[in-house]
T-cell receptor
Framework: KNQVEQSPQSLIILEGKNCTLQ??????????LRWYKQDTGRGPVSLTI?????NTKSNGRYTATLDADTKQSSLHITASQLSDSASYIC?????????FGAGTRLTVKP | NAGVTQTPKFRVLKTGQSMTLLCAQD?????MYWYRQDPGMGLRLIHY???????AKGEVPDGYNVSRLKKQNFLLGLESAAPSQTSVYFC?????????????FGPGTRLTVL
């Protein structure tokens, strides 16, 4: 059973709309949590990183939140663009290990 | 800087054949990693290296070998390929393994084993 669960598996939205992706994790002890964007045919690229004491972090139109008590994180995308179409991967660092979620596949349509 | 590069981009093998995937980074990073990505699953760590001349097993090391003879290169070898090794392979590097250390990923190698 994957210790980092993401939902939904896939999502289709219209350009200009907002969306929120979810990440629940069970791993511990928690070190940090990252959100990566992976374009089709490319490697993941880091969007945000949050440590235990941070509960929100923004990177342009991307805002990540973290609730370390409930072990949940979300990635909110504002005013989506066609270029946001990608997979978004939640990664939790546990000591020296990285635990990857399976990702949410986002498609933004015109 | 090219960042992290991988060679080849695509490869098709027959069962039992061998091959080596090459990863190169020009960021002078100490740590390098090999992952595989399969549909519906998160990336899984195969092997990693914490410095030149050192390697260690990750989560799914069976059927793979690695070498880090030069700091900038990390090679992943398949001695006798099996269909279960059909996957997309990603190499990554990081300066440290510390709390805020970011891993930088290569573009991936798509391997098909028939």
């Amino acid at each position: 059973k994957n210790q980092v669960e993401q939902s939904p598996q896939s999502l289709i939205i219209l350009e200009g709309k907002n969306c929120t992706l979810q990440c629940n994790y069970t791993v511990s002890p928690f070190s940090n949590l990252r959100w990566y964007k992976q374009d089709t045919g490319r490697g993941p690229v880091s969007l945000t990183i949050m440590t235990f004491s941070e509960n929100t972090k923004s990177n342009g139109r991307y805002t990540a939140t973290l609730d370390a008590d409930t072990k949940q994180s979300s990635l909110h995308i504002t005013a989506s663009q066609l270029s946001d179409s990608a997979s978004y991967i939640c990664v939790v660092k546990v000591k020296n290990d990285m635990r990857f979620g399976a990702g949410t596949r986002l498609t933004v349509k015109p | 800087n090219a960042g992290v590069t991988q060679t080849p981009k695509f490869r098709v093998l027959k069962t039992g054949q061998s091959m080596t995937l090459l990863c190169a980074q020009d960021m002078n990073h100490e740590y390098m990693y090999w992952y595989r990505q399969d549909p519906g699953m998160g990336l899984r760590l195969i092997h990693y290296s914490v410095g030149e001349g050192t390697t260690a097993k990750g989560e799914v090391p069976d059927g793979y070998n690695v070498s880090r003879l030069k700091k900038q290169n990390f090679l992943l070898g398949l001695e006798s390929a099996a269909p279960s090794q059909t996957s997309v392979y990603f190499c990554a590097s990081s300066q440290t393994s510390g709390r805020a250390s970011e891993q930088f990923f290569g573009p991936g190698t798509r391997l098909t084993v028939l």
